[in-house]
Nanobody, 116 residues
Framework: QVQLVESGGGLVQPGESLRLSCAAS????????MSWYRQAPGKERELVAA????????NYADSVKGRFTISRDNAKNTVYLQMNSLKPEDTAVYYC?????????WGQGTQVTVSS
């Protein structure tokens, strides 16, 4: 069955880094556009970063530009989110999403907490 499993979240201090991973299975990963979203308590889920099927031309939310980098390894069926210079406002549950013209899949999320 289809699975998206996020990992790499945790508790860090402001200014530190984390790398999130999302391992996909059960579908043809390379044919899906991949994205990272996040949802903070009391807020709507928002797009953080997205990457095309071939890994080119990523786009980012203005709030994370220059700090976060999305990448994918189609051979490993995995998408990554490198998060640098983390801020308290980055605290949220981070979700990966896979989408093509017909289907959309979501992972279960991983918690990122940035606090001193």
């Amino acid at each position: 069955q289809v699975q998206l499993v996020e990992s790499g979240g945790g508790l860090v201090q402001p200014g530190e880094s984390l790398r999130l991973s999302c391992a996909a299975s059960g579908f043809t990963f390379s044919t899906y556009r991949m994205s990272w979203y996040r949802q903070a308590p009391g807020k709507e889920r928002e797009l953080v970063a997205a990457i095309t099927r071939a890994g080119g031309t990523p786009n980012y939310a203005d709030s994370v530009k220059g700090r976060f980098t999305i990448s994918r390894d189609n051979a490993k069926n995995t998408v990554y989110l490198q998060m640098n210079s983390l801020k308290p406002e980055d605290t949220a549950v981070y979700y990966c999403k896979a989408r093509n013209n017909a289907f959309t899949y979501w992972g279960q999320g991983t918690q990122v907490t940035v606090s001193s």
